[in-house]
C-alpha cells in the first residue's frame, strides 16, 4: 500500500496548472475568465519557476536557431 501524502496530488494539479498558466501566457491567447480562474487554483512559486524555466528556454531556442541560420 502507497501511503498518500495529503495534497500531494493538489501540489502536483498545480504544478502542471502552471505550466498551461505560463504557456497561455506566452502565446497571449488567454481568456479573462480562464486567467482568473488558474490564479486562484496555482501556487505563484511553480508560476516563477516555471516561467523563468521557459523564459531560459526560449532565449536558448532563439540562439540556436540564429547560429544555424547564419551557419547555413
Known sequence: ???QVPGQDQD??????SV???AWSFLGIRSNKGYRDDLAKV?????????LVAAVLLVVG??????????A
Open 20 to 22: 498551461k498558466l505560463v
Open 62 to 71: 532563439l540562439i540556436s536557431l540564429a547560429k544555424w541560420v547564419v551557419a
Open 12 to 17: 502536483k494539479a498545480s504544478f502542471v496548472r
Open 1 to 3: 500500500m502507497a501511503s
Open 43 to 51: 501556487n505563484p512559486m511553480h508560476v516563477v519557476l516555471v516561467g
